[in-house]
């Protein structure tokens, strides 16, 4: 596949005798749009449920963890239901037309399966993402139909996608602002729903806790409504990478925060505290060093012979250290986390030690201490 270049006219511009809307009434417009949404919920049904991976552990510890596989989606990622819902969302609210594009600002695999379901409905698609993601996220947008149109500064992206989009007559779909209200989070076989469901048969079918991680903070959303809805008793923790505004802005309860530097860690942590993140809901926030991050994600593939991204990774130090923790208490029951996507796209990144070195992130101690850990010994904190 050809290098990733950027673009500068995506899609062209409607000319002066083109109209940037539509006649809603018009038959023809309401036979796509109903088409368009059968095929998205035709996508639903194929693919909506995902596996339930059982982590191994000693057994008397009387702590089970399990990690929801969302990597076995037809996009390989967590973010191929953020992006069927927010299809849903834009086509239902009048927002997406035909011919015309949806824009994205992405960090990468969000636009891979928003590119999916653009195609899928038959509309073009533009990610514009900062030129600094890795090549393997670029390929798989352009493999499912897509255009990356790539910026110097991720914080450009929101800015130069909302610009395409009033340039082009398009929808900037706006991942940061809407992933919170476009997921049904009171069911619909929601990723929180789908987890009790598998859970029902397990040794603790309630989790103690369930571990997040937050890119656009819909996710953590989702979980911590569905739990109290539920009333359940399971508590929903956060965890966030180095150079990320998330934790700070929820541990000083100030939304204004933002950090100089993007995270390194792809698909989560952002430099601002975005819209759709609801600090009220979640019990709990951890700061996860990104060598933790990374030694994780190089642990799993021994425990489970499976690649993941340093997301996956963040989320499984923090589940390692609330399950220390329970140990300590002489606690039990089981704690839930998420295989975001598959470290076949980081194989640049997160599994080359050259990479590591060039960014100073020496994983060794951490490697280290989950390896004390999981010969049953305490953590730490």
């Not at 996220?137 to 130069?160: M, P, S, W």
Request: with cysteine; charged share 25%; glycine share 8%.
């Amino acid at each position: 596949m050809r290098p990733p270049q950027p673009t500068q006219s995506p899609v062209p511009p409607p000319g002066a005798d083109q109209e940037l809307d539509i006649d809603r009434s018009d038959p023809a417009y309401r036979r796509w749009l109903s088409t368009a949404v059968g095929k998205v919920h035709a996508d639903a049904n194929r693919s909506a449920d995902t596996h339930l991976l059982s982590v191994p552990l000693p057994e008397d510890w009387g702590v089970d963890l399990y990690l929801k596989d969302e990597s076995t989606h037809p996009t390989g990622s967590l973010k191929h239901r953020l992006a069927r819902s927010l299809f849903l969302y834009g086509l239902c609210n009048g927002w997406i037309r035909p011919g015309r594009p949806v824009i994205e600002a992405s960090s990468g695999s969000t636009a891979v399966s928003e590119a999916y379901f653009a195609r899928l409905i038959g509309v073009p698609f533009v990610a514009v993402m900062a030129r600094g993601t890795v090549r393997t996220k670029v390929e798989l947008i352009e493999f499912h139909g897509g255009r990356c149109h790539l910026v110097d500064n991720a914080q450009q992206v929101y800015e130069t996608a909302a610009r395409l989009a009033r340039e082009t007559g398009g929808h900037y779909m706006d991942q940061f602002t809407y992933a919170e209200r476009a997921t049904d989070w009171r069911g619909n076989n929601n990723i929180a729903e789908s987890i009790f469901r598998q859970m029902a048969q397990e040794r603790y079918p309630v989790p103690a806790w369930i571990v997040a991680t937050a890119g656009t903070g819909g996710t953590s959303a989702t979980l911590a409504r569905y739990v109290r809805y539920a009333q359940a008793t399971t508590g929903i923790c956060v965890a966030d990478p180095e150079n990320s505004a998330f934790f700070p802005g929820w541990r000083d309860n100030d939304p204004s925060v933002t950090t100089a530097t993007s995270s390194r860690i792809e698909g989560v942590g952002r430099q601002r505290v975005e819209p759709s993140f609801v600090p009220g809901a979640i019990d709990r926030m951890m700061r996860v060093p990104d060598a933790a991050s990374i030694a994780c994600v190089r642990v799993l593939e021994r425990l489970l012979g499976r690649r993941a991204g340093a997301s996956t990774g963040t989320g499984l130090w923090a589940a390692f250290r609330i399950i220390s923790e329970m140990r300590d208490r002489g606690e039990h029951g089981s704690v839930v986390g998420l295989l975001c996507d598959p470290g076949e796209r980081y194989v640049e990144k997160y599994y080359s030690d050259d990479w590591l070195a060039a960014q100073g992130i020496d994983i060794e101690p951490y490697l280290a201490r989950v390896e004390r850990f999981l010969g049953s010994e305490s953590l730490g904190a």
